[in-house]
């Protein structure tokens, strides 16, 4: 069974700081795909950045970055110039061959201004 | 861009009725998904359909049925409402490739009295 690990519950960030969401997978899959979603308080899902596991290079989306250690199966997600807008619930999750999503716990997110 | 409606934001249903929960997307994608989400265990997957009348089993089916009959629309049924059903249902759409990330709804939060 594919699982997914998110460590942390919640952080905290100043206004205009990095913040590093922890992420690590587990599979026997040789392909799969990781993925950052962003959940505010009115609960939309919206999709943040991907990382196949072939890329060579890790994904960036603006703001975003995914810091990928295949060896390590990490897939932590950097948000930088934090913004209080950025204030949520933040996803990980691994789809493999059967194009299903596994999901980690969460990591509420609260930036302070 | 794409476009994944569910009928509400909110309902309230009593112990034993039968409830129905709809889900459009208007991007004419092959696969659609339902979750639910609870505190401290994220998304967890209901069931899903890779095609029209096509449906699968995901972790938790119990107490579930879907049906669907056109592609752009998948409704998730409680046979018969229980108070431990209470919970944020979110749907969700892919391409049947493997590639790209599935798009959410805005969710429903349902409770069972």
């Known amino acids: 069974a594919q699982k997914i690990t998110q460590t942390q519950p919640g952080m905290f960030v100043q206004e205009k700081e990095a913040v590093t969401l922890d992420c690590t997978y587990d599979t026997s899959d040789p392909s799969y795909g990781l993925f950052w979603y962003k959940q505010p308080s009115s609960g939309e899902m919206i999709f943040l950045i991907y990382?196949?596991?072939?890329?060579?290079q890790n994904a960036t989306e603006g703001r975003y970055s995914l810091n990928f250690q295949k060896a390590r199966k990490s897939a932590n997600l950097v948000i930088s110039a934090s913004q209080l807008g950025d204030s949520a619930m933040y996803f990980c999750?691994?789809?493999?061959?059967?194009?299903?999503?596994?999901f980690g716990a969460g990591t509420t997110v609260t930036v302070r201004a | 861009d794409v476009k994944v409606t569910q009928s509400s934001r909110y309902l309230v249903k009593r112990t034993g009725e039968k409830v129905f929960l709809e889900c459009v997307q208007d991007?004419?994608?092959?696969?659609m998904f339902w979750y639910r989400q609870d505190p401290g265990l994220g998304l967890r997957l209901i069931y899903f359909s890779y095609d029209v009348k096509m449906k699968e089993k995901g972790d938790i089916p119990e107490g579930y049925s879907v049906s669907r009959e056109k592609k752009e629309r998948f409704s998730l049924i409680l046979e018969s409402a229980s108070t431990n059903q209470t919970s944020m249902y979110l749907c969700?759409?892919?391409?049947?490739?493997?590639?790209?990330?599935?798009?959410f709804g805005d969710g429903t939060r349902l409770s069972i009295l």
């Open positions: 969700a759409s892919s391409f049947f490739s493997s590639e790209g990330p599935q798009h």
């Open positions: 991007m004419d994608h092959e696969n």
């Open positions: 999750a691994m789809r493999t061959n059967d194009y299903k999503l596994s």
């Open positions: 990382q196949g596991s072939y890329d060579q």
